[in-house]
């Protein structure tokens, strides 16, 4: 019990929702690590089942200082991971490195988000961010065409001048 709410079992963590229904956090691991909001009474296999959605919820933390200094190996690697356009967006910040750790790190909260809904193997290069009026937005354009009709990527991402740090919720019908 925490503050007189259930927890769940081995976890301090809150689970709301009484025995008749209600939503809960489920943080048992899986083999992808990612947890995954369920209703009650649904598969822990692949994500949750809510009002007809299946919902799965990554997050990810990123060093701003990895994203310093770039050298030729680092571009390579940038080339790789991110789009020309969020290269660009981040670039034109006036601190990159703290732009491209935000951005990587929703990459992989959407990685993982969408990991526990789907089998497959997936690449952070699979998820591009965009910002619309300065909110990101990520969007699937990885080559698994079944996966583009009816999968909706939210995400949110918050930075400090050491860390980024960001949470996505994929859902799909």
Known sequence: MVGGMKTSPGYKTPVTGGAKGGLGI?????????????????????????????????????????????????????????SERERAYCRGKADPAVHFAGTFAAKEAALKAVSSLYKGNFAVSDFVVSHVRGAPQVRYSGKNSYMHDGLSIEVS?????????????????
């Open 157 to 173: 991402v918050s930075h400090t001048a050491e860390d980024a740090v960001a949470m996505a919720v994929a859902m799909r019908t």
């Open 26 to 82: 489920d943080f048992s691991s899986n083999r992808r690590g990612p947890a995954s909001i369920l209703a009650k009474g649904t598969s822990k296999r692949r994500g949750g089942k809510i009002l007809g959605f299946r919902i799965g919820v990554g997050v990810d933390i990123e060093r701003v200082e990895r994203f310093m200094g770039v050298s030729k190996a680092d571009i390579r690697l940038l080339t790789r991971v991110f």
